[in-house]
Nanobody, 123 residues
Framework: VQLQASGGGLVQAGGSLRLSCTCSRRTCTNNGMGWFRQAPGKDRDFVAGISWNGGSTFYADSVKDRFTISRDNAKSTLFLQMNGLTPEDTAVYYC?????????????????WGRGTQVTVSS
């Protein structure tokens, strides 16, 4: 299983970005997926999670109402639409495949991780 995240970049505060994560050989279709982020010197934090069929989603309080997680299983792709970005959102963003059909806030519940994509928000 390989996860490839993309879509990061430099954006001004208040702007938007859309992250994508492609899962190789359709091996994520039956699994929950999640987005996490890690800022320099900090732990890797949960951002958003989605169930195997997209029917259940949940978010960290810090991004709720600004970020939207979604997936397209036909294309084996996970998305994270990020609106209203602030400098506090600056981090490397990682996508991950959960061990089960539903996702989790706990990194230990994920078995595969992408390499990450850098998101930098300037003030």
């Amino acid at each position: 299983v390989q996860l490839q995240a993309s879509g990061g970049g430099l954006v001004q505060a208040g702007g938007s970005l859309r992250l994508s994560c492609t899962c190789s050989r359709r091996t994520c279709t039956n699994n929950g997926m999640g987005w996490f982020r890690q800022a320099p010197g900090k732990d890797r934090d949960f951002v958003a999670g989605i169930s195997w069929n997209g029917g259940s989603t949940f978010y960290a309080d810090s991004v709720k109402d600004r970020f939207t997680i979604s997936r397209d299983n036909a294309k084996s792709t996970l998305f994270l639409q990020m609106n209203g970005l602030t400098p506090e959102d600056t981090a490397v963003y990682y996508c991950a495949k959960a061990r089960a059909a539903y996702s989790s806030r706990d990194t230990r519940d994920y078995s595969y991780w992408g390499r990450g994509t850098q998101v930098t928000v300037s003030s």
